[in-house]
C-alpha cells in the first residue's frame, strides 16, 4: 500500500513539476515579449498655440504669454514663443502693439481703450501663421469689495483661508476669476553674523547678511466664482488660496496681491473645462477631459487646434498683509534638516571650515550646512517694493 501509494504521489509530483515548468517557461516567453506603450496622445507630434493673459482696457498693463505645447513624454517642461507680433485691435482697425519681453511673454503699457468698441488680439508668429481671437465687448469688472482671511483649525485642515468678496451692483456679471501674486518673509533656520574666508573667521559686513530674506510666487490654480444660481449677485468668500499652518509663507509676514477678471458665461465655460482637464483628474471618480472651447483660432489652418480664451475687460486688484503675530502659535516646517556642529581649533580645519557659522557663548563658533543659514538660496535680501 504504501509503495502503491509512494508511486502515485511521485506521478503526480512528477507531473505538477512539469506542469509548473511549462508554465514558467510561458510566463518568461509572455514577459520577454512585453514592450512599453506610449499611446498617440503622449507621442503624437502635435505643439499647439497656447495663448495665455487679458485685454486690460484699463490703465494697467497688459500681458500676453504665448507658448506651445509640449508631449506628456518629453523632457522638456516649457516651449515659449519667441520673436512673434502681437497686437490688439478694435472693430475699427485700430491697432495697439505688444512689445517682446522675456519667455514668451509680450507687455502694453496700459491701453486705457475706449468701452465703446470692441476688441480683439492678432498674433503672428515667426513661421508667418497667423491666429486672431473673436472680436470681444469690454466688460467692466465690479470692483473687490474685501480680501480676508478665516483661520482654520480642524481634524482635518490646520491654516489660514484666504478669501474674496464682491458684487456687481448692475446685476450684468455673474462670472468671475481671481489670480494673484505672493509675497511674504522668512528667515534661514539660524542666524549668522559670521563667515571664513578661507584662512580665519571674520565678521560679516552688513552687504554678506543673509539670515533674513523675501520670496514670491504667483497662482497656479484656476479660482472661479459664479453668482448664476443665486439670487444675488453677492461674492461671498470665495476661497483664493489655503496656506497650511507649517508652511514658511506665514512665519514671519505674508502678502497678496488678488486680481479680479469679469467673464462671459463662454469664457467662464472655458475656465470651468480647463480646471477639471488640469487641476481634478487622477481617479476614476474624476471627471473626464473635455474639449476646449476657446476664442482664438488659427487663420492660417483652420483645422488647427488652439488653447486659450482672451477676455477683454477691467482688472480690479487689491492687497492685504498677514503678520504672525496675529495667528495661532503655529511652528513652521523648515525644509532642511538642521544642525550644528563645532568648529575645531586646527588651523587647517578653519581653511576649509563651511563659509557659514554662528557664534557660541565664550567666544566659540558653530558652524551649519549652507540651506540653513543662508535664505539667498530661496530668496532674497531685497524686500518688495510695497512691502510695509
Known amino acids: 500500500m504504501y509503495d502503491t501509494w509512494h508511486h502515485h504521489t511521485t506521478t503526480i509530483l512528477e507531473i505538477s513539476m512539469k506542469r509548473a515548468y511549462y508554465v514558467s ?51 522638456v517642461t516649457t ?54 481671437s473673436d472680436l470681444t465687448p469690454v466688460t467692466i469688472t465690479p470692483p473687490i469689495d474685501s480680501i480676508g482671511y478665516n483661520i482654520i483649525n480642524s481634524a482635518i485642515d490646520t ?22 501674486e505672493e509675497a511674504w518673509s522668512f528667515h534661514a533656520k539660524f542666524g549668522t553674523d559670521f563667515i571664513s574666508n578661507g584662512y580665519a573667521i571674520v565678521a560679516r559686513t552688513p552687504a554678506q547678511q543673509i539670515t533674513y530674506c523675501y520670496a514670491n510666487d504667483v497662482s497656479s490654480n484656476i479660482v472661479l466664482g459664479s453668482t448664476a444660481k443665486l439670487q444675488q449677485d453677492i461674492i461671498d468668500q470665495n476661497t483664493i488660496i489655503f496656506i497650511p499652518s507649517t508652511s514658511e509663507k506665514i512665519e514671519s509676514e505674508y502678502s497678496i496681491l488678488v486680481r479680479q477678471y469679469a467673464l462671459t ?14 487641476e481634478q483628474l487622477g481617479s476614476i471618480f474624476d471627471a473626464q477631459p473635455t474639449q476646449l472651447q476657446g476664442n482664438i483660432h488659427c487663420i492660417t489652418n483652420p483645422s488647427e487646434p488652439v488653447i486659450g480664451y482672451v477676455s477683454v475687460c477691467t482688472v480690479p486688484s487689491k492687497r492685504i498683509f498677514i503678520l504672525n503675530l496675529k495667528l495661532p502659535n503655529w511652528a513652521p516646517a523648515y525644509p532642511y ?16 571650515l563651511p ?34
Not at 498655440?49 to 490703465?59: D, F, K, R, T, W
Not at 491654516?159 to 494673484?180: E, V
Not at 567666544?363 to 540651506?371: E, F, I, L, R
Request: aromatic residues 10%; proline residues 6%.
Open 79 to 132: 516651449n515659449p514663443v519667441l520673436n512673434a507680433l502681437v497686437t490688439v485691435v478694435n472693430d475699427q482697425g485700430a491697432t495697439f502693439p505688444l512689445i517682446e519681453a522675456t519667455n514668451g511673454n509680450y507687455v502694453s503699457a496700459g491701453l486705457n481703450l475706449d468701452n465703446s468698441h470692441a476688441y480683439r488680439l492678432n498674433i503672428t508668429t515667426a513661421d508667418n501663421k497667423k491666429y486672431q
Open 337 to 352: 534638516v538642521c544642525q550644528l556642529d563645532s568648529v575645531k581649533r586646527s588651523p587647517v580645519n578653519l581653511i576649509t
Open 159 to 180: 491654516g489660514i483661508q484666504i478669501y474674496a468678496n464682491a458684487h456687481d451692483a448692475t446685476s450684468q456679471i455673474k462670472y468671475f476669476r481671481w489670480d494673484y
Open 265 to 278: 458665461a463662454d469664457a467662464y465655460n472655458f475656465w470651468v473645462s480647463l480646471k477639471k482637464n488640469t
Open 355 to 388: 563659509n557659514y557659522n554662528i557664534p557660541l557663548d565664550g567666544g566659540g563658533k558653530t558652524y551649519s550646512t549652507v540651506p540653513c543659514v543662508d535664505c539667498t538660496i530661496r530668496g532674497t535680501i531685497t524686500p518688495p517694493p510695497f512691502w510695509k
Open 25 to 75: 517557461i510561458i510566463l518568461i516567453s509572455v514577459m520577454g515579449c512585453r514592450k512599453p506603450y506610449n499611446p498617440p496622445a503622449i507621442t503624437g507630434n502635435g505643439s499647439y498655440l497656447v495663448v495665455e493673459g487679458v485685454i486690460n482696457s484699463g490703465p494697467d498693463s497688459t500681458t500676453i504669454k504665448l507658448s506651445r505645447t509640449v508631449n506628456v513624454s518629453s523632457k
